[in-house]
């Protein structure tokens, strides 16, 4: 699986991974999640783990989208599929060079920070190889679940490859003992 640790968190890539994905969506009425997502992320809570949402947003940088539709589509995807434990966006354009914008480890390592967590204590879970190569940037676990724009190199890149969300936490908990109601 890769990383060390205990599993303390999963954290998400946004569009086309925990919601369909409409690019530089800025109307929360155009929210759909990915099917089996809410069934995935209840499996997470009830685990235990912490969730966090992580998304690349060149739209601000392009013009075509403000903070504020920025955040009224997050809040429609925390509404649909929250509470999530940490939000994480970056508004820059690929050609700003930032530290957030993935494939940089920036949001996974902010993520991390504002949990309380090591990276090797996180997974991310994104529908691209920019989301992989951030998770293996910022020395978290990572699972792909490819959707129609994932490239074939991507696919035989990743570490682990994932048939829908479901299953990538399948991945994910394998290795996390499930909670027990009485105290050992």
């Given at each position: 699986m890769g990383g060390t640790g205990?599993?303390?968190?999963?954290l998400f890539d946004r569009d086309?991974?925990?919601?369909?994905?409409?690019?530089?969506?800025?109307?929360?009425?155009?929210?759909?999640?990915?099917?089996?997502a809410l069934a995935a992320l209840e499996e997470v809570r009830r685990a235990g783990l912490a969730t966090g949402v992580l998304s690349n947003q060149s739209g601000v940088?392009?013009?075509?989208?403000?903070?504020?539709?920025?955040?009224?589509?997050?809040?429609?995807?925390?509404?649909?599929?929250?509470?999530?434990?940490?939000w994480q966006v970056c508004p820059h354009g690929p050609e700003d060079s930032c530290e957030c914008r993935k494939p940089a480890p920036g949001m996974i390592l902010a993520?991390?920070?504002?949990?309380?967590?090591?990276?090797?204590?996180?997974?991310?879970?994104?529908?691209?190889?920019?989301?992989?190569?951030?998770?293996?940037?910022?020395?978290?676990?990572?699972?792909?679940?490819p959707t129609e724009i994932t490239l074939h190199e991507e696919i035989e890149a990743a570490a682990n490859v994932a048939v829908d969300l479901?299953?990538?936490?399948?991945?994910?908990?394998s290795g996390v003992p499930e909670e027990q109601d009485t105290p050992v």
């Amino acid at each position: 699986m890769g990383g060390t640790g205990t599993l303390k968190a999963v954290l998400f890539d946004r569009d086309g991974t925990l919601v369909v994905d409409v690019p530089y969506n800025g109307d929360p009425q155009l929210v759909r999640p990915m099917e089996g997502a809410l069934a995935a992320l209840e499996e997470v809570r009830r685990a235990g783990l912490a969730t966090g949402v992580l998304s690349n947003q060149s739209g601000v940088a392009r013009g075509l989208l403000s903070m504020d539709q920025v955040d009224a589509v997050n809040q429609r995807v925390e509404q649909l599929l929250g509470p999530f434990d940490v939000w994480q966006v970056c508004p820059h354009g690929p050609e700003d060079s930032c530290e957030c914008r993935k494939p940089a480890p920036g949001m996974i390592l902010a993520a991390c920070h504002a949990l309380g967590i090591e990276p090797s204590e996180a997974a991310y879970v994104g529908d691209i190889g920019t989301d992989m190569d951030a998770a293996a940037a910022a020395g978290a676990r990572s699972v792909l679940v490819p959707t129609e724009i994932t490239l074939h190199e991507e696919i035989e890149a990743a570490a682990n490859v994932a048939v829908d969300l479901g299953h990538a936490v399948e991945i994910l908990l394998s290795g996390v003992p499930e909670e027990q109601d009485t105290p050992v």
